[in-house]
């Protein structure tokens, strides 16, 4: 039998980066009982041509700091109906891309919200944290850490 590899253990709450999009820090919540992953927004603008739709966005990924903002675009996968935490369904843009923790690298389904009152910029669900990826509740920054000093250089 072929040796078993270890698995890839995330705590509560973890660093990620999403390089595709130029954030390399985040704070995100992994949150098992979300079924779709999602990032904050400050604005979401479609373009382009209905065959290869894509999105322009804005992200604040510090907390309490919206005079950093990163623009960014990506390609359009989908609009859908997703249930929010308060329990209203709401409309959102859905882009794919990158998602960097530690030195995993894997693509995954993002949707797009005004988390603003949020205390993470970004929420991790369980379609993202599939496969060889295990949650342990009660750790949290299991993977290295990252800093939002990452942000002071881009500016």
Request: include cysteine; charged fraction near 30%; hydrophobic fraction near 40%.
């Amino acid at each position: 039998m072929p040796p078993v590899s270890a698995p890839f253990i995330l705590g509560w709450e973890e660093w990620v980066a999403l390089p595709e999009l130029g954030l390399p820090a985040i704070k995100a919540k992994v949150d098992t009982g979300a079924r779709t992953s999602a990032l904050h927004a400050v604005y979401v603008e479609p373009f382009g041509p209905v065959r290869s739709r894509k999105v322009r966005f804005g992200v604040h990924p510090v907390p309490r700091r919206s005079d950093i903002e990163v623009a960014c675009v990506a390609r359009l996968v989908d609009r859908r109906e997703v249930r929010s935490s308060n329990g209203e369904r709401e409309q959102r843009y859905v882009i794919e891309t990158l998602l960097r923790i530690g030195d995993r690298e894997w693509p995954i389904e993002v949707t797009l919200a005004n988390r603003d009152m949020m205390s993470y910029r970004m929420l991790l669900g369980r379609r993202a944290i599939a496969g060889d990826v295990l949650v342990d509740p009660a750790s949290s920054f299991l993977q290295p850490k990252l800093r939002y000093k990452l942000y002071d250089v881009a500016r």
